[in-house]
């Protein structure tokens, strides 16, 4: 059944059921997102894609909220806008964000000021290099789950990462901290390719950026291969 409601002052018709943000998508309005991603059950836990919903005291993660008949969105409004910046300002406050290119640009368009939270615990961590397909890096991770989430029910059925720890200390990792050899891990690539912040690189990428030269990694690699 078909629903009409207005967004932005437009009037939109959408399919009951719908989130509000696949029918801004259908209209052309634009709403960023980070932890949403089409192959991935959306969990709504970044909250970038807040928007102002007429009669509801909260913003609306436009995600996972429906589209209602007749109710008024504003997807850019004042309060949208400060609330998205300061989430921006949050996360480049506690994380490292140099891989993260769509987000960069985020914190451009919603002039958000990196240092705004000097004094935050930001997430320190080594880089993990225990395979010969991804390296790990959680200092850039922003705990958007899609790793876990492709890992487990929305693709794989593998279960080799999921949460860990509680609070400041959560970050995704392997049961007991074990290499990725070590879990039920088939390096099958999925987790890397969902990871929007660069924590989760292919192997060969991480190594071109550590300067070695693609010769040096086609000797690696034929070593690797010869002691199989
Ligand atoms: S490693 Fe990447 S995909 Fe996984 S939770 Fe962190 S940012 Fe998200
Ligand atoms: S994109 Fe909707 S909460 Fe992250």
Redo the contacts with the bound molecule.
Sequence with gaps: MAITFLMDGKEITAEDGQTL?DAARENGIHI?????HEATT?????????VEVEGMRLLQ????VKAAANQKVQTRSERVVRARKTILEMLASTMDLSDAPEILTMMDEYSADASRFPDTQRRESEVKDDNPMYVRDYSKCLL?WRCVQVCAEDAQYTFAINFDGRGYETQIGTFFERTIPETTCVLCGQCVGVCPTGALKPKREFLLEQGMTPDQISVLNTGRKKRK
Excluded: G, H, S
């Excluded at 960023?32 to 949403?36: A, H, K, L």
């Excluded at 959306?42 to 807040?50: D, P, Y």
């Excluded at 993660?61 to 996972?64: H, K, L, R, V």
């Design positions: 943000l960023p997102t980070i932890c949403f959306a969990n709504a836990l970044c909250r970038i894609c807040v993660p436009a995600c996972i958007c």
